[in-house]
């Protein structure tokens, strides 16, 4: 199986491109690395698996290879240089200016559901449990068992172990530690309250012997 490396500021798009000259490619690439997402997050370095049945354009092929398609912005340096000329212009000494790098983020990111453990979320986004130690770092948790409110961002890095099995079984049926209160009691609540002559109920209608329902707003003891 033939294979393609990410170029750093590439997105699926530009890799699907890239390889075949044709963007038909874009959901046979996907289905053969498995991804569960039209755009899936790449790093520089990260290796696709090339589908054997994609679709190629030679003439956009050989354009490509000269001007290949990247999404990598960089930051407007036309002020920048413009500084350095005034700076220079004024007698200043030469220096060079502090360019900072642009660091991709590499994380993909799980959204944690109502009740939803650490633990789940590990299980939820990998399908191994071994990846514990990982979500933690790359989330800066100071703790093993963190507190999580649904709607929270868990970061999960690119270099975790999918069990992709498991993976797939839990996106159906996910894990989750939620547990709802006993209704028994709550019921037995209830009927400890209705069996007390104080408490009344308004009823607010009832089948007459017509069999028509009528509302007559009568008080009753229950």
């Known amino acids: 199986m033939a294979n393609y490396i990410i170029k750093s500021g590439e997105c699926i798009s530009d890799a699907v491109e890239n390889i075949f000259g044709d963007i038909t490619n874009w959901s046979a690439t996907l289905d053969e690395n498995l991804f569960t997402s039209w755009t899936p997050t790449l790093y ?93 770092t790359a989330g800066n948790y100071d703790t093993w068992t963190p507190k999580l409110i649904a709607g929270q961002k868990i ?26 209160p006993d209704v028994d009691s709550q019921i037995n609540s209830i009927f400890e309250r209705m069996s007390n002559p104080n408490v009344w109920i308004l009823q607010t209608g009832r089948w007459n012997g017509a069999g028509i329902w009528t509302i007559d707003g009568e008080w009753l003891t229950v």
């Open 44 to 136: 520089a370095g990260q290796i696709l698996n090339i589908p054997t049945e994609g679709t190629n354009n030679p003439a956009n092929i050989q354009a490509l290879s000269e001007y290949p398609a990247n999404n990598y912005s960089v930051p407007d340096i036309n002020e920048q240089i413009a500084e350095i000329f005034e700076q220079m212009e004024g007698g200043m000494s030469a220096f060079v200016p502090n360019f900072q790098p642009i660091v991709a983020d590499t994380n993909t990111y799980f959204e944690a559901l109502s009740g939803m453990q650490i633990s789940d979320v590990v299980v939820n986004s990998t399908g191994a449990i071994e990846n514990w130690d990982s979500i933690l």
């Open 155 to 180: 970061a999960i890095p690119a270099s975790v172990t999918m069990n992709l099995n498991n993976f797939r079984a839990l996106s159906i049926y996910p894990a989750n530690n939620y547990s709802v």
